[in-house]
């Protein structure tokens, strides 16, 4: 069983970056699902989160309107769209999946103690 997120790197303010979670080991639409991050110094932030019971969506309002969080089933894969990226979005991003948590807002809530984690993938937006 595993997550594994890529796509992350260097981009100037303004840029975009889409961040990609493949899984194995499990079928992702049966999980909610989400992407999260961490700046050096401060809190995990729930980024954005999908339900597994009806699909709905969560953002976080410091990347509502930019980001856009999508799921391939045939893929097995969860997506980031990141667009008019800040220097305050750099951070290492993580993907996570969860069984018991459904609702995507709950899951982008409690941050922490899901099922399976993926190793994050550092996106730094600097000019």
């Known amino acids: 069983v595993q997550l594994q997120a890529s796509g992350g790197g260097l981009v100037q303010p303004g840029g975009s970056l889409r961040l990609s979670c493949a899984a194995s080991?499990?079928?992702?639409?049966?999980?909610?699902i989400g992407w999260f991050r961490q700046a050096p110094g401060k809190e995990r932030e729930g980024v954005s989160c999908?339900?597994?019971?009806?699909?709905?969506?969560h953002y976080a309002d410091s990347v509502k309107g930019r980001f856009t969080i999508s799921r391939d089933n045939a893929k097995n894969t969860l997506y980031l769209q990141m667009n008019s990226l800040k220097p305050e979005d750099t951070a290492v991003y993580y993907c996570?999946?969860?069984?018991?948590?459904?609702?995507?807002?709950?899951?982008?809530?409690?941050?922490?103690?899901?099922?399976?984690w993926g190793k994050g993938t550092l996106v730094t937006v600097s000019s």
């Open positions: 080991g499990f079928t992702l639409d049966d999980y909610a």
């Open positions: 996570a999946a969860d069984w018991q948590i459904t609702q995507a807002t709950s899951m982008c809530t409690i941050k922490y103690g899901m099922d399976y």
């Open positions: 999908i339900s597994s019971s009806d699909g709905s969506t």
